[in-house]
């Protein structure tokens, strides 16, 4: 079936550090791949997507690239901020018959100190 | 830009007792999916509706049931309600099959 599977966290980094959060896939098909950013006793937010191979999604300084090749959709950022802190999900959606649902990974707390 | 509206916000249950949550999507959304989200896991796909049909069905338990309305608002029904069942209940909707648009989630609480 569809999985999600990201990297092992909780990340912890200074202010101004480079960020990545490693995501890799497993589809039947040709997914669409989503970052979605949880903070503290809120709901999910849509932080950014790819819906086909080689597209980069990108949002308030956040990027992933859809790599078919190495079915990977790595966030990274190149400064993070305090305000950044929260938790990641990366996400799939398998489409065809699956009617829009997501797969999410286990998620990653990225917590970031000044 | 309205968002997706979760009521209640937070619901304290027994075990054993029944519980109904209510999602409202963004309007002209056509599409709500419902997700649980246990304590420190990801959230797990439950159930989803599309023109108010089922369209697809997850890892629901058959305690539980739901519907969408005619003015597409949704109903997540739970009944004989089980510690396990605590956990972070999220609605989304959509309009296209893929972006989906999550409310505050309502947290549940079995005692």
């Known amino acids: 079936g569809d999985s999600v599977t990201q990297m092992e966290g909780p990340v912890t980094l200074s202010e101004e550090a480079f960020l990545t959060i490693n995501c890799t896939y497993t589809a039947t098909g040709y997914p669409s791949l989503f970052w979605y950013v949880q903070y503290p006793g809120e709901g999910l937010q849509l932080l950014l997507k790819?819906?086909?191979?080689?597209d980069k999604g990108s949002n308030k300084g956040f990027e992933a690239t859809y790599r078919k090749e190495t079915t990977s959709f790595h966030l990274e950022k190149g400064s993070v901020q305090v305000s950044d802190s929260a938790v990641y999900f990366c996400?799939?959606?398998?489409?065809?018959?699956?009617?829009?649902?997501?797969?999410f990974g286990q998620g990653t707390i990225l917590t970031v100190h000044p | 830009a309205a968002g997706v509206i979760q009521s209640p916000r937070h619901l304290i249950k027994e075990k054993r007792e029944t519980a109904t949550l209510k999602c409202y999507p963004i309007?002209?959304?056509?599409?709500v999916y419902w997700y649980q989200q246990g304590p420190g896991q990801d959230p797990q796909f439950l159930i989803s509706?599309?023109?108010?049909?089922?369209?697809d069905k997850g890892s629901i338990p058959d305690r539980f049931s739901a519907q969408q309305f005619s003015d597409y608002h949704s109903e997540l029904n739970m009944s004989s309600l089980e510690l396990g069942d605590s956990a972070l209940y999220f609605c989304a909707s959509s309009f296209s099959l893929d972006e989906q648009f999550f409310g505050p989630g309502t947290r549940l609480t079995v005692l």
């Open positions: 509706f599309y023109e108010k049909m089922q369209s």
């Open positions: 996400a799939l959606n398998a489409g065809g018959t699956s009617y829009g649902k997501l797969t």
């Open positions: 309007p002209r959304h056509d599409t």
């Open positions: 790819a819906t086909k191979a080689d």
